[in-house]
């Protein structure tokens, strides 16, 4: 037998029971090893390098698994994209019987080290490198998973308080605003925190549905003052990313729920996008579509803030981008907020007649004021929306930064050690 057969490897691998599906993970992977299908995320033995970078963002910590396999036999791609549950580890008969003698050395440990952030001078700009993985310093304390598979309770049934659709009639564009009651059942959350929906039925295979993620879109003390409630801001799915129709199980699900329904949910989850509580404190917040949830909860809970006399904040400043207004959520409540309160800045990437403009167009337009933000330490900044917007948003702040003859890198390892450029995107 090869020696390098009787080595051992400790297998990174994602619970499938508690993974959410968020994506983070495979966001930030800096060297491609997760992937997934239509149920599972999966991280490919022969790319893994063990850097950890996906470690600290996953919000429920099913990315924090390991398993002590043959370096010449992990597990497959296959095989974790078949699984419900992980795998029992291996006894040291188990592995003796693949060859490994006891004690055998392992060619590969987790590394505790993150990669460094990517510069300019990189070949490809790596935009999730930038993202902080640390809750802002003056964070109020998160809790988080408080319910899910290997929770003490494995769910809490919220009741349908209130389902009133967000955007203009427009089949595709179809974005509901959703209100869910916990009753008597505590169910503490932040602005910026999500939770996880478990949809009713089972797949093609005759499997349970995972469950989906979805962001809180209200403020900490409930959708309604007072109440033990949150809201979420869901669109109905029906094509993927590439415009193929596909019709989406649990945002349908959501989107035709009526007020008194029952919904099984887990979480909450994240403990790192949260908005800072200090005062003099300004919030940059850049989103596109649903994105715009943990935004509407920030700019709620600072409103009220303000409303009760109770807090001086300093700036707010928003850049929300759809392809046209009629897809904006919120559009109308957002015309109705004080100018003197929060800075809006829209961008419609489809209006007939008018050149294409993205979120990343309207920064540079406001480059001077962000320039004067970034250079100070109480500013943070915040992203949420698709994917695609996430490259071209950093490099609008590092062009910004640069132009004012500003250090980006020395700018952009503070963002990221003291939490204050976040990047959700999925």
Known sequence: MDMADTHVIKQHLIDPEICIRCNTCEATCPVNAITHDSRNYVVDADKCNFCMACISPCPTGSIDNWRVMPRAKPYSLDDQLGWDELPVELSEQQLAEQGVAPGAPALLEPALTEPPVATAGQETFNSARYGATVPPWSAA?????????????????????????????????????????????????????????????????????????????????????????????????????????????????????????????????????????????HIVMICTGTGSAPMRAMTEWRRRLRKGGRFEGGKLMLFFGARTKEELPYFGPLQNLPKDFIDINLAFSRTPGQPRRYVQDAMRERAADLAVLLADPDSYFYVCGLKSMEEGVVLALRDVARQAGLDWDAIAASLKAEGRLHLETY
């Open 141 to 281: 304390r998160a809790f988080t998973n408080l319910y899910g598979p290997k929770a003490e309770r494995k769910s809490v049934t919220a009741t349908v308080a209130g389902n009133v659709r967000v955007t203009e009639v427009g089949r595709e564009y179809d974005t509901h605003h959703i209100v869910l009651d916990f009753g008597a059942m505590p169910f503490p959350v932040l602005e910026g925190q999500s939770i996880a929906i478990v949809p009713p039925g089972v797949d093609a295979q005759g499997r349970a549905h995972h469950p989906r993620q979805y962001s809180i879109a209200s403020a900490r003390n409930g959708e309604r003052p007072g109440y033990n409630n949150l809201s979420l801001t869901i669109k109905r799915v029906l094509a993927d990313y590439q415009g193929n129709p596909v019709r989406g199980v649990a945002s349908n699900y959501m989107c035709d729920l009526q007020v008194g329904d029952k919904v099984e949910v887990i979480g909450p989850f994240g403990a790192s996008f949260l908005m800072p509580n200090h005062p003099r404190s």
